[in-house]
């Protein structure tokens, strides 16, 4: 089946600093990419919708230019949350979006990548 | 607003019993549902996905129902193992580029 990874799965970082986290489709193409973050106990947050080549789409409440998403081809999305608080500590989810002629629309989701600010 | 409910947050059965672990979503206006399952600290991985004109899909010991009309879904486990035992995520679609709405999960554990 459809893989995406994640890089890095953990990281912990000191306040202030920026951190750079990589979406890939290993084995297809991806139209859309979505980043999730993933609370103790709560569902799955969507914060924005990435497509190739163009600018990402944030959900209501998202800052984009403290979590700022690149998606530079139909493999590759970045996130980069900037100068990084404590509070922005959560689980970070990448999911793809498959292009596949005549088959069923499905999101592939990555491994995930948690967050710790220091 | 399309909100994902499912019931209970929390499950724990002897292993070898079947269960039901249930969802609802408030407008029944959906493209599709999934059922995802996710273990500690990891992503998700897809187990059912149920077209809105379906009523129920099949894989193995899994049995996911959908009646669109009341705005529900169930996920049926036969013969649960320990292995079963992960966090089972409902989601729902509502149209063929709308995004995935989450429930909060239900946490199974299956005691040997």
């Known amino acids: 089946g459809a893989v995406v990874s994640q890089h890095p799965s953990r990281v912990i970082c000191k306040s202030g600093t920026s951190v750079k986290i990589e979406c890939r489709s290993l084995d297809f193409q991806a139209t859309t990419m979505f980043w999730y973050r993933q609370f103790p106990k709560k569902s799955l947050m969507l914060m924005a919708t990435s497509n190739e080549g163009s600018k990402a789409t944030y959900e209501q409440g998202v800052e984009k230019d403290k979590f700022l998403i690149n998606h530079a081809s139909l493999t590759l999305s970045t996130l980069t949350v900037t100068s990084a608080h404590p509070e922005d500590s959560s689980f970070y989810i990448c999911?793809?979006?498959?292009?596949?002629?005549?088959?069923?629309?499905?999101?592939?989701f990555g491994p995930g990548t948690r967050l710790t600010v220091l | 607003k399309q909100e994902v409910t499912q019931i209970p947050a929390a499950l724990s059965v002897p292993e070898g019993e079947n269960l039901v672990l249930n969802c609802s979503f408030t407008?029944?206006?959906?493209?599709?549902l999934q059922w995802f399952r996710q273990d500690p600290g990891k992503g998700l991985t897809s187990l059912l996905l149920?077209?809105?004109?379906?009523r129920e899909q099949t894989s193995g010991r899994l049995n996911a129902s959908l009646d669109k009309s009341s705005g529900r879904s169930t996920l049926y486990i036969a013969a649960s193992q320990p292995g079963d035992s992960a966090t089972y995520l409902c989601?729902?679609?509502?149209?063929?580029?709308?995004?995935?709405?989450f429930g909060k999960g239900t946490k199974l554990s299956v005691k040997p």
């Open positions: 407008d029944s206006a959906i493209y599709n």
């Open positions: 989601a729902v679609r509502g149209g063929s580029q709308g995004n995935l709405i």
């Open positions: 999911s793809a979006r498959a292009i596949v002629a005549g088959a069923v629309d499905t999101q592939y």
């Open positions: 149920i077209q809105s004109s379906q």
